[in-house]
């Protein structure tokens, strides 16, 4: 009977100790997912942060840009550079869109829409480019950034 009886707390401390290490898991599995989503909006920010930091570093460029925001003749040197910024940054924005929590996303969403949507550069790269895109994503963005199209 002692044996049978030391086997019982035997189990019940090893059932126990399995429960500990199952909610130890659960922690760590959440501790990690909080960890992944922060480092995906490390990476957004340092993206977006890169971008501009290729604008403010290059006074071509910034010229190009202002060139285009007034409606000026753009060179087809010039609008390759600028389908180039453009493509990176669409490619930045469905990454965003597949990546970030809805509400994350949204966020930037006037400023794209607000910001480069006036730009006939941006939309010319839009609209020469989308076809390599997710389907969803470009919808996604024919609805909310070139809303006029």
Excluded: C
């Amino acid at each position: 009977m002692d044996s049978d009886r030391l086997n019982r707390w035997l189990t019940l401390l090893a059932n126990t100790g399995v429960l500990i290490g199952i909610i130890f898991l659960a922690v760590e599995l959440r501790q990690n997912n909080e960890n992944l989503a922060a480092q995906q909006r490390a990476i957004h920010f340092t993206t977006i942060s890169d971008g501009w930091t290729k604008v403010a570093e290059n006074p071509q460029l910034s010229a190009l840009i202002a060139k285009d925001f007034a409606g000026e003749e753009l060179s087809t040197p010039e609008l390759i550079q600028l389908q180039a910024l453009w493509t990176r940054i669409h490619h930045q924005i469905q990454w965003a869109y597949n990546e970030l929590p809805d509400d994350q996303f949204q966020r930037g969403l006037r400023f794209n829409r607000d910001d480069y949507a006036g730009l006939s550069s941006y939309r010319r790269a839009w609209k020469t480019r989308r076809d390599f895109y997710d389907p969803e994503f470009v919808q996604y963005m024919e609805a909310n950034v070139f809303i006029d199209e």
